[in-house]
T-cell receptor
Framework: QKEVEQNSGPLSVPEGAIASLNCTYS??????FFWYRQYSGKSPELIMS????GDKEDGRFTAQLNKASQYVSLLIRDSQPSDSATYLC?????????????FGAGTILRVKS | SAVISQKPSRDICQRGTSLTIQCQVD?????MFWYRQQPGQSLTLIAT?????????ESGFVIDKFPISRPNLTFSTLTVSNMSPEDSSIYLC?????????FGPGTRLTVT
């Protein structure tokens, strides 16, 4: 069973701080990695995708990938109360019938003003 | 990006009945995916639906319980059959974009 592991949290950070969210995955063959944000009662929305080792920055968000360690992280700088949500790590992995997304359990982030 | 709509947005159903959820995409797509998100849980893939062929189901999901139709490249339905309270979940339709996967707004199902 190919797995994606996340700390469920909640992770609490003060407004303006850096939030660090972590994810590990089991399938060494995975090539595509995604971070989704999900507000309560809403569907997931894509925040970041990353395909190569290293960092990828987009505004206040930075995704980091280390394939050797099978580790993906998401940094949120200058955290805002509106960032409070569940963050889902997803890994595209080879399934029996083709590539599929496997999701972690999600990390609840709470940004306190 | 693809725009995905789902109907109904929510429903309350009695055990033993069935509900069909519709998913409409604003562009033609090869593969459509159906996910389930149980309360407090993450997303679990139910099946992948290709136009013109039988849906492929993930381990733990069977066609008799979750029959899927895919009549064309923009539309799919998922039926939740013979429902029990354990089927209370959010059901999400999803499609592949060029690099990432997009999700519909979901159908919140409560089975009493």
């Amino acid at each position: 069973q190919k797995e994606v592991e996340q700390n469920s949290g909640p992770l609490s950070v003060p407004e303006g701080a850096i939030a660090s969210l972590n994810c590990t995955y089991s399938d060494r063959g995975s090539q595509s990695f995604f971070w989704y944000r999900q507000y309560s009662g809403k569907s997931p929305e894509l925040i970041m995708s990353i395909y190569s080792n290293g960092d990828k920055e987009d505004g206040r968000f930075t995704a980091q990938l280390n394939k050797a360690s099978q580790y993906v992280s998401l940094l949120i700088r200058d955290s805002q109360p509106s960032d409070s949500a569940t963050y889902l790590c997803a890994v595209k992995t080879a399934g029996e019938y083709g590539n599929k997304l496997v999701f972690g359990a999600g990390t609840i982030l709470r940004v306190k003003s | 990006s693809a725009v995905i709509s789902q109907k109904p947005s929510r429903d309350i159903c009695q055990r033993g009945t069935s509900l069909t959820i519709q998913c409409q995409v604003d562009s033609q797509v090869t593969m459509m995916f159906w996910y389930r998100q149980q309360p407090g849980q993450s997303l679990t893939l139910i099946a992948t639906a290709n136009q013109g062929s039988e849906a492929t189901y993930e381990s733990g999901f069977v066609i008799d319980k979750f029959p899927i139709s895919r009549p064309n490249l923009t539309f799919s339905t998922l039926t939740v059959s013979n429902m029990s309270p354990e089927d209370s979940s959010i059901y999400l339709c999803s499609v592949d974009g060029k690099y990432e996967q997009y999700f519909g707004p979901g159908t919140r199902l409560t089975v009493t």
